[in-house]
């Protein structure tokens, strides 16, 4: 990619959170990721190029320092970041403006600094040689908190018994984010136990809000609806589907009906969520256990009765195990959090120099990563220690909000690397993205809303008698 012979016809638009706007690249697998603002910011708030500049390396630096080592080196893609001409970003801008959600629009992208993060297009399998006439499926998973909530500084007995994101559903749902309540649960997503896993996908597909997108050969063929109110079409994407589960052989002569395509799909993505991470390895993975608290939240569709059956305990080096490793690191809970969040300022008060030191708002270097691993583990009333569990909870935070890519396409029987199904095959990989820093100065804004939400819930599910 030649950065100075940039030509806003060679990229096209490819999706959007909160934060970036992301574009993908025509003929080659790449992407650009791109902030955006607010619309309303006015010129004088608005980052400078300098500072925008700076972000985007902080954030490559914190996916580089601190998220990989944590995450593991193969899930993580921090990327590199560059300077585009501002004459490209502009066209750019206008041209992907008309495909961009309404419910999205509410933030304009950066089309001032000339910054950018170029990443993998991860919905893309580079190696995938076109032997095949089927593109690649990409399965991208925003999983949310998957443990509940075991500190002695918890406040409500109801966060011990049901989860954040199930809780969190009453509120948004109340606030009008939402017009129907999902019925996943993180907790059965994180549980290991594969009938458990495939009731949390199911929810998914049936209900995906922001959790859920699949791409086709890198382009978008099921997510939710721009309009809250109407259904996903779970029939197209049986028909996406149907060529890549249609055994020649079968027991259906290629004619499964759309339940059983289903069925398969789901359980691709619970194989490879339950792997190593690619294709090639095999054998019996090791279990661990890594939830102290009660591992089922009490306002998940899962039968409760069921509950005992099966294997618990996700396989060590799965993705799923990586990720909620780094969410335990918020072992205080928000509760215990604040605290500690006003002891620092407390001393940046006092001492506002000491800012830098204590690398509140970055750099995220090695030596940040030093403070996260090191923290001492017993509250000595020392400034160090209470830093030392605010960048830990920070940490934890970016772990519940990133996504997991599972790309896959079928492969030919003789390929070493494959998912060994029953039939038919697959290839794979799993990757983690949206790794930024959560920022220091929101921690009271998430002990706020953490009161709202747990109060909106005893309110709306404890009916007075
Ligand atoms: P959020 O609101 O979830 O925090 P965000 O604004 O931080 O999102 P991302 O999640 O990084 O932005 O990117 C937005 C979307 O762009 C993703 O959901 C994903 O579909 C797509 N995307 C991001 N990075 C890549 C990539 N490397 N390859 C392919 N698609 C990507
Ligand atoms: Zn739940
Ligand atoms: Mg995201
Ligand atoms: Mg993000």
Redesign the pocket.
Known sequence: MELDKMDENDWKY?????????V?HLQHCR?L?LL?FPSEDSAHTRQTAEQAFRHILNIVDYSKYVMKPLLGEKYV?S?EVVKLPLDFVRQLSLKVQQERPELRCDKVMDTFSGCGLC?????QLPLHHLRDHRPPICV?I?PKCGFLPFSRHITKECKRKVCRFCMHQHYKLANGKWKRLSRYCPLDLFSGSKQRMYVALKNLLEEPQ?NL?I?KGGE?IFSCKDDAKQQPELNDLIQHLRPYFSHSNGLYNGHQPGKAILNEFIQVICSALLSGGDSNRSGEPRKVHLSESRPHCEASPFPRDLLRNGNHGLPKDSVLAKILQVQMLDNLDIEGIYPLYKRVEQYLEEFPKERNRLQIDGPYNESFMDKVKNCPTEDDGSVEYAVGKVHQYRVAMTAK?C?V?ITFAPCEEDEEQQLKLEKPRFTYSI?I??L?PKPYEGIPHQYKLDTKIVNYYLRSTQAPP
């Not at 490819?14 to 992301?22: D, F, I, Q, W």
């Not at 990443?119 to 919905?123: D, I």
């Open positions: 490819h999706g959007e959170g909160n934060k970036s706007l992301v993908s992407v990721r955006k893609h990327g990443l993998p297009n991860l919905t991208e925003k922001n997108k791409f978008l909000d996504s890519m990757s993205l949206d930024d």
